[in-house]
């Protein structure tokens, strides 16, 4: 399918962080990453990121493209916060009543469980299990299981296998939340009403743009959403088939400069 010329259409372009900019298994991101942000900004395009990870828990990497190339719009803990050279645009928290129940439940079924601040992760506790799921995203987690008491929670992060997904849906406790498996130790709890499209939808009003003029890269299920709603949906070519299915557009996996080559196509940047 042939790529028509956006560049009329785009003022901001959204990347998804894991597997779509960076490959945590092997700390991974590639050298064309700086190279087409300084692009899109030198075209009066905006690069932005739209993640499930808190602010707090980049990776170091791509950490380093931000400051070096000045990105500064961000949705990140899947749209649960927005924020915009520095400014809180939107932040949706989990409540501390409900947060106590999720808590209990977790506790009677021997299930650890992180919370998700934007500045912070603190664990209920650090085992075997934790540090395989969480180590590879970040290490310097504090232990603090009433962290949720006085802190804002974007999300909760109970980890328990798949084969417990049927116990935990029939409890109750996750009324009013969403669920999107993140690996398979653990799951994303945060508000059901929340996605990155909704952070999106947040950022975009904020700068008094439309949806149609956004263009966004992903490449798993909590994509879905966000690939939908903006106008241009990219889904990854090494990314989830049904994402694959929904989107406008699928560009070359991520090891072999997908994106870059993708925009260069598209007409946002210049080879």
């Known amino acids: 399918m042939s790529i ?8 901001v372009v959204f990347f998804d962080i894991d597997d779509t900019l960076f490959m945590k298994q092997r700390d991974f991101l590639p050298a064309t990453v700086p190279v087409f942000m300084r692009k899109l900004k030198e075209n009066g395009i905006i690069p932005a990121i ?33 924020s ?5 645009i939107e932040k949706h928290v989990i409540p501390t009543e409900k947060i106590r129940r999720l808590v209990h439940f977790f506790e009677q079924h021997n299930m650890p469980y992180a919370f998700v601040a934007d500045h912070t992760v603190a664990v209920s506790e650090r085992n075997s299990v934790v540090q395989f799921a969480m180590d590879p995203i970040l ?28 116990l935990v849906q029939n409890s109750g406790v ?54 939908s709603t903006v106008g241009v949906g990219v889904a990854m070519g090494n990314g989830n088939e049904k994402l694959k299915a929904i989107a406008d557009h699928v560009a070359e996996p991520l090891d072999q400069d997908g994106i870059y080559r993708f925009l260069i196509k598209a007409g946002l940047i210049n080879e």
């Open 139 to 166: 290490k310097d987690y504090i232990v603090d299981k009433t962290f949720f008491e006085t802190n804002d929670i974007g999300q909760v992060l109970p980890f328990y296998r798949a084969e417990h997904d049927e």
């Open 174 to 227: 996750l009324d009013g939340l969403r669920v999107v498996r993140w690996h398979e130790d653990s799951v994303d709890l945060f508000d059901a009403e929340g996605s990155k499209a909704r952070g999106i939808q947040a950022v975009v009003k904020h700068l008094g743009l439309q949806m149609d003029n956004v263009m966004a890269f992903g490449d798993q299920l909590n994509d879905l959403e966000m690939l």
């Open 84 to 88: 915009y050279r520095g400014q809180v």
């Open 50 to 82: 739209a993640t499930g990870r808190t602010r707090c828990a980049f990776p170091h990497k791509l950490n380093q493209v931000i400051e070096q190339e000045g990105i500064d719009l961000f949705v990140t803990m899947n749209g649960q916060m927005a």
């Open 4 to 11: 028509p010329n956006y560049r009329d259409q785009i003022k």
